[in-house]
């Protein structure tokens, strides 16, 4: 079985660009949350999406979005870049409940 | 709100010593309460997870926890250290009475394994 997937691995973007990140979950996954990891702020949850809606958020700026479509598959974008958002975005994805979540390995987003 | 506190952000042990990391939550509900494990460039492996079952739980690589209630802890133990448990180690919540899988980290403990 496939794990989580996630494109692309590293990114160099400019301030004030926006980015796309991709999300592939484990087949038969309906979860699907995302997480930012820095160096100060450790991991923190941004938002999850469940059958196509946003069930949870967590407290980040409107500058972070993100969707889900059909297939499960999930996108999180970030408009305006700053320096600050220059980290590690981990996506995780779950068969329903949180009994358990899956991690991919990671984009790293570095913003210059 | 839900937190977690892992005490010691860097712990150094030697190879075949006793692993012990230490992990309390603040909560009024016993949530359900996860271990993992990251390695250096990659991503967050699930090493165990209690979810109101046994309160002794078992997980891979010989790695267990012990949830005490009483003392809103959750500590990950293992008898004897090998090289290649040297990682970062994340203890993590998720509510019990919440619908999703938002889970909240504690700052992570850095383990070091010396031969």
């Known amino acids: 079985k496939a794990g989580v997937t996630q494109t692309p691995r590293y990114l160099i973007k400019t301030r004030g660009q926006q980015v796309t990140l991709s999300c592939s979950p484990i087949s038969g996954h309906r979860s699907v949350s995302w997480y930012q990891q820095t160096p100060g702020q450790g991991l923190q949850f941004l938002f999850e999406y469940f059958s196509e809606t946003q069930r949870n958020k967590g407290n980040f700026p409107g500058r972070f979005s993100g969707r889900q479509f059909s297939n499960s598959r999930s996108e999180m974008n970030v408009s305006t870049l700053e320096l600050g958002d220059s980290a590690l975005y981990l996506c995780?994805?779950?068969?329903?409940?949180?009994?358990?979540?899956?991690f991919g390995q990671g984009t790293r987003l570095t913003v210059v | 709100a839900q937190s977690v506190t892992q005490l010691g952000s860097h712990v150094s042990v030697s190879e075949g010593a006793l692993v012990l990391l230490r992990c309390n939550y603040s909560?009024?509900?016993?949530?359900?309460l996860f271990w993992y494990v990251q390695y250096p460039n990659q991503g967050l492996q699930l090493l165990l997870k209690?979810?109101?079952?046994?309160?002794l739980v078992k997980g891979i690589n010989g790695f267990e926890a012990e949830f005490k209630k009483s003392e809103t802890s959750f500590h990950l133990t293992k008898p004897s250290a090998h090289m290649s448990d040297a990682a970062e180690y994340f203890c993590a919540v998720s509510p019990i009475n919440q619908a999703g899988t938002a889970l909240i980290f504690g700052k992570g403990t850095t383990l070091s394994v010396s031969s």
């Open positions: 209690y979810t109101s079952a046994a309160t």
């Open positions: 995780a994805s779950s068969p329903d409940r949180v009994t358990e979540a899956f």
């Open positions: 909560s009024s509900v016993p949530p359900y």
